[in-house]
């Protein structure tokens, strides 16, 4: 098996989630049948919104060198529990000699493969996932059309993640979900298909006070956790095929 790299912190519990997660689907009767992981974990990876807006710092340096200390202990592949980390992504990948899962391909694969009649899919994700444009890209290479919630939807996505009593302040209850429930409904009356949850922090909250809305809903984090057992995996796979 792979060993496999995360590069954490963005935020905590996210990565937290994402490794039970991998746990959870691993098909391992034993301990020793379970992935090697490695985690780092660095909460002071500057603010990646913040830095696609143009306000605040780059984080690729500190993601950088996250990659390269997880490499030189042995990661053989890359994960990163953060939608809006991928708008860096390409610029990583260029420096590194092992592989990144890309999250949102994943995503954006997951809905083609599972739900093919779809063509609109909604977007919950940050202010700076929308602005770089990137899960519109992926989707787009698959013939899928994102529908981004309206301005006044989008300030209570981002209180949901960022607000005082938000996901990354701690804060993980039924009544964000219902928030969220709200926005749902709305980009499914313009026509979508399906909703991703583009935001590891919501992903987490919604997989734990699950929408009551009638519509699929991609967990981002979910899709991550079943690529990197998939291809950390692979060589076991195809020795038992």
């Known amino acids: 098996m792979k060993v496999v790299g995360i590069i954490g912190g963005m935020g905590p519990q996210a990565t937290v989630d994402l490794f039970q997660k991998i746990i959870d689907i691993t098909p391992a009767k034993c301990d020793q049948e379970h992935l090697k992981i490695l985690i780092y974990c660095d909460p002071t990876i500057p603010d990646r919104t913040?830095?696609?807006l143009g306000k605040g710092s780059s984080p690729v340096p500190k993601l950088l060198g996250a990659a390269r200390s997880l490499i030189e202990m042995g990661a053989e592949l890359l994960a990163i529990?953060?939608?809006t980390a991928h708008y860096f992504v390409p610029v990583l990948q260029k420096s590194l000699p092992v592989p990144v899962i890309h999250m949102l391909h994943e995503v954006a694969q997951e809905i083609r493969r599972k739900h093919s009649g779809v063509e609109k899919v909604g977007l919950l994700a940050t202010d700076g996932t929308i602005a770089a444009g990137v899960y519109e890209k992926a989707l787009r290479e698959r013939s899928l059309v994102v529908l981004y919630p309206e301005e006044a939807?989008?300030?209570k996505v981002m209180e949901v993640?960022?607000?005082e009593r938000g996901v990354k302040a701690g804060t993980v209850a039924p009544w964000q979900t219902e928030e969220l429930d709200g926005v749902i409904e709305s980009l499914r009356k313009r026509g979508a298909g399906a909703v991703i949850a583009g935001c590891?922090?919501?992903s987490y909250l919604l997989d734990r006070h699950p929408s009551k809305q009638k519509i699929p809903i991609i967990?981002?984090?979910v899709v991550l956790a079943e690529a990197i057992v998939r291809e950390a995996r692979t060589e076991i796979q195809q020795k038992s095929g």
Request: one cysteine or more; glycine letters at 6%.
């Open 219 to 221: 967990l981002s984090h």
């Open 81 to 83: 529990p953060c939608n």
């Open 50 to 52: 913040r830095a696609i």
């Open 153 to 155: 939807e989008q300030r």
């Open 200 to 202: 590891t922090e919501i």
């Open 161 to 163: 993640i960022y607000g």
